[in-house]
Every structure is written in C-alpha cells, then in structure tokens.
C-alpha cells in the first residue's frame, strides 16, 4: 500500500529577510548623518573662521607697514583706527586720536566737503584721489591726496569709511617752480613778442614784415627748446649719473620716426617728448636716484610715479605735439607688463612705443649708478627679444637698422 508524501518544511524567506536588511541599514545610515551634520557644520565654520582670520591679519599687516597714511572712522566722524604712518603724518599717535572725532584734522573750510564725502559714502561710493588738506599736530595745513572708501557690514550697508592719503607737498613745490619757470618765459616771449611788433610797425615794406615776422618765429621756438634744454638740464643736475640720457633718447627717437618714414614735423615732436621723458624724476629723492646698489621694491615704486608726475607737470603746457601723453606711456608694455596704467597693444600711443624702445637702448648701454653699461649688442639683442610682446615690431625694426646697417651710434654705447 503506497504512503502518501509527507509535508515538506517551509523554506525561509532568504529575499525578503535581505530586503529588510538593507532597509534597516538605510535607516540606520540616514539617522548617523542626521547627528554627524551639526558637527560638520560646526568644523566648516571653523574653517571659514580661521580663514577670515588670516585675511583679517594680512590685512592688518599690510596697513601696518604701508608708507601710506590709513585710518578709519565711522559715519559720525569718529576715528576708530590710525597706522603708524598717519602718526607720522599728523603727528598725532594712535592713542591721541581713536576716539576723537575727525574734525580734529579738518579746516574750517573743508567741514563741508566732509559731509559731501559722507553723503557719498552712504551711497556706497569709493572717492579717489582727491586733491586736499589737513590739519597737523604742530598746526600745519598740508596738502594731500586721498581716497574714501566705505567700509560695509555683512549685509552691504556703509557703517563708516576708509582714508588713505598721501604728503604732495614736495610734489605741490615742485609744480609750483615748475609753473612759475613757465610764467617767467612767457613775460619772456611777450616781451620779444612786442619787439617784433614794433620793428614790423616801423617797416613799412611788406615783404621785409614778412622776414621779421619769420626770425620771430625762429626764435620764438629757439626760445621753446631752450625752454625745453634746460628743463631737461634741471633734471640731469639731480642725477648726474645719467647725464645726457634725455637728449640721447630724444636724438635716438627722431631718428627711428625718421626711419619709420614720419615727416621733420613729427620727428620734432618725438625728438622733444624723448627730451623731456623723465622730468618727472624732480619728485624723486636724490639719495633713490644716485643709489649705487640695487633699488628696494620700496624705492623702486617710488621711482616708479616719476612717469605720472612727468605727465602732471606737462599736461596743462601747449605743445604742437601731444608731449604729455607720450611720456606717460613710455613705461608701458605690449602686453601689459608696464607701468603705470598696465596698458596693452594699441592702448599705448605710437608716440611712446617709440620712447620705449630709444629708452631701453640707451638704458641698457650707459653705465648706471648700480653697474657698467652692458653694451649696444646687448640692448639690441633686449629689443629683438621682446619684438611685438613687450616692444612694437615697426619701431623694433627701424632700431635695428639704425644701428646695424645705418651705422647710427649712442655718444655713451659701449661697443
């Protein structure tokens, strides 16, 4: 007789049991990330609090030892930070003044143009370099240049501004000699003005009116580029070892726009520019310019505001050409490595592209405080090698030919 088949066990649900497992494990994951999130927070704010404080403590030291006078205050005038270099600007230490109100340091007739700043200020304007005065511990008013800039809270509204400003005194004297030159060749030439007005009324023969008035003019820009000579003689005196750099420059200039196929007229103009490219250099310490070892960065940037000063000086002065400009440009570089605007390309005048180069060329080859001169080879092979990335390629060219086929030479190379 057949048994019937008994039963079988049933086998565990093995799927399921695993499905649950992970579901648990998933729950178990969420839960720890849900307490780990405070703590990573907490170390992210940490680290951007670290952060804030390195910056806040490079800031501090680059206001620390900045030759520029900084300090702040807030929107009531109050003082609430002074730099070692506003204590030697005013006289004042910095536990004088924090606290005090800015008022303080202002003239009487500048009280209005505080709150104009102010006003601005709340707008969330930066003012810079505003031409001004203030008042010293001694009582003296001096002149300055400075910039305001607000100072805002997290949330971008002003609570107070910045100042940053600068001594122009010496800068301020020297415009003034420079200006009151200027005047005395002008009564000058009015005055030889006048004499040729008075022969040309004497003659009544047309054509002989017609000579005094051409010797008038000859001698008139006789009288401009002695002008010009004993400018540009005024700065060699304070830097003799780079006497006759200007002239050299500026004879170098007009023959490469000679070169370049530039008429007698713009030759003139370049020759004058390359004259008078570094009369700027009045507002350098003597001690930086005949320094005979290498300069500081320090001294080197002060060195460096002798092309803005040179433009300050002779931009308000009428010239045929624009002298001005090419001076300020005749640091600047192609590619934008110069100084003082970081211009690039065709930004920078030809004018002073052709500066550039004359300048280096003359520079390189002439002895200099610090060493010899290195030589004509090698301030040409310089140019060739910055050829159309530091140095325009045209006026490169025209150089190079000068020297190698033309046979031109600087009064001072060393070949």
């Not at 301030?379 to 910055?386: F, K, Q, T």
Request: proline share 4%; aromatic share 6%.
């Amino acid at each position: 007789m057949n048994q019937s088949p008994s039963p079988k066990s049933p086998k565990p649900d093995i799927v399921g049991e695993l499905d649950q497992l992970r579901v648990e494990i998933r729950r178990e994951k969420a839960s720890l990330n849900e307490a780990l999130a405070p703590l990573e927070q907490l170390r992210y704010r940490a680290r951007t609090a670290e952060a804030l404080l390195k910056s806040s403590e490079t800031l501090a030291s680059i206001v620390l030892s900045s030759d520029a006078a900084i300090f702040s205050k807030n929107l009531e005038g109050v003082i609430s930070s002074w730099n070692p270099a506003a204590e030697k600007l005013f006289g004042y230490t910095a536990k004088e003044v924090i606290g005090q109100s800015v008022t303080l340091l202002l003239p009487p007739n500048r009280l209005k143009e505080e709150e104009f700043i102010v006003a601005r200020i709340l707008q969330g304007e930066q003012i810079s370099r505003i031409e001004t005065e203030r008042i010293c511990k001694d009582g003296r008013h001096i002149p300055i240049r400075a910039t305001f800039s607000p100072i805002l809270d997290v949330d971008g509204k002003a609570i107070g501004f910045s100042t940053i400003a600068q001594d122009i005194a010496q800068e301020k004297m020297a415009a003034q000699a420079l200006l009151d030159a200027n005047k005395e060749l002008i009564v000058e030439n009015k005055e030889k003005e006048q004499r040729a007005s008075e022969l040309i009324v004497a003659n009544e023969e047309k054509a002989k009116r017609v000579d005094e008035l051409l010797i008038t003019k000859d001698k008139l820009q006789a009288s401009l580029m002695e002008t010009i000579d004993l400018t540009r003689q005024l700065v060699e005196l304070r830097d003799p070892f780079t006497a006759g750099h200007q002239k050299h420059v500026g004879d170098l200039a007009k023959a490469i726009a000679a070169q370049m196929g530039f008429d007698e007229v713009y030759q003139k103009g370049v020759m004058i520019a390359g004259y008078l490219h570094d009369t700027g250099k009045i507002i350098v310490p003597i001690e930086i310019l005949c320094k005979p070892g290498k300069l500081s960065l320090e001294e080197f940037n002060l060195v460096k505001n002798h092309v803005q000063a040179g433009y300050d000086l002779l931009k308000d002065v009428t010239y045929p050409w624009p002298i001005a400009k090419a001076v300020l440009g005749h640091h600047e570089r192609l590619d934008g490595s110069g100084y003082p605007n970081g211009l690039k390309g065709d930004q920078i005048s030809i004018e002073s592209r052709i500066l550039t180069v004359a300048d280096v060329i003359d520079a390189m080859a002439s002895h200099r405080p610090y060493r010899a001169g290195l030589g004509i080879e090698k301030a040409l092979a310089e140019i060739e090698r910055g050829r159309e990335t530091l140095y325009d390629g045209a006026v490169v060219d025209a150089c190079l030919k000068l020297f190698r086929e033309n046979g031109y030479k600087l009064p001072t190379s060393l070949t």
